[in-house]
């Protein structure tokens, strides 16, 4: 508007006093209405593509910063059209040093559970006690160190972990990792008894537990705790 005025002005054409304007009544009124009306729409329009356009580029900077494995198209999206550059590079680097202190920490708390065991199994055994006087708790230590993979998870009763631990105490105690050659999983207590140790399970589940009868019991399979 401030330009027609100069262009009337450099033209010599006289314009009217802007005050002197009907833009209250009208057709004139409704157009001004029309036009202030275009001009708020067209105001929230742009305040909303520009919410939206900074909100997904939030959201696509959050997926770069959070993914967990760097891929060409999380680069890309992030708007990083160059897979050289140095925040890709910084990324791949931080996702590298991440996973390699989470393999350290895997590996440490493996070793620390490992060495707490190991002192619980101590204890027990340096109480030269019969297996069969041992309480709940202490016959889950001792079925745990003789876990090994393939097994099925651990009873929680008293006699199914006596009867596990009677099942797997002949196992060696160097390699917790796997079993030895010719050794099987006991995935089912119960038919692991139809196997080699059916008598020792038989006197168990029997009830026959006084001292002499278990003794005898462990000899059987060669327990030595």
Known sequence: MKNAYELSAINGIDVA?????????????????????YKIREKALDTA????????????QEIFNSCSKMTA???FNAGNLCLSDGKVHEKVREQ????QQKILDAERKRKEDFAKLQSKVDAI?????????????????????????????????????LQRYLLTCNRSEQESNRLKDGEQPVVDDAAAAEGGNAEVLAAV?????????????????GTAV
Do not use: H
């Open 17 to 37: 006093d802007p005050s002197n304007l009907n833009l209250s009544t009208g057709v004139a009124r409704t157009m001004m209405d029309k036009i202030v009306d």
């Open 49 to 60: 593509r520009k919410d939206q356009e900074e909100d997904f580029i939030r959201k696509r």
């Open 73 to 75: 198209g999380v680069a």
């Open 96 to 99: 590298y040093n991440n996973r």
């Open 125 to 161: 055994r340096q109480k030269n006690s019969d297996p069969t006087k041992w309480n709940a708790s202490e016959l889950q230590t001792m079925v745990s160190w003789f876990k090994r993979p393939g097994d099925s998870k651990l009873p929680q009763c008293k006699e199914q972990l």
């Open 205 to 221: 589940e029997n009830n026959d537990t006084n001292e002499g009868g278990m003794i005898e019991a462990l000899l059987q399979i």
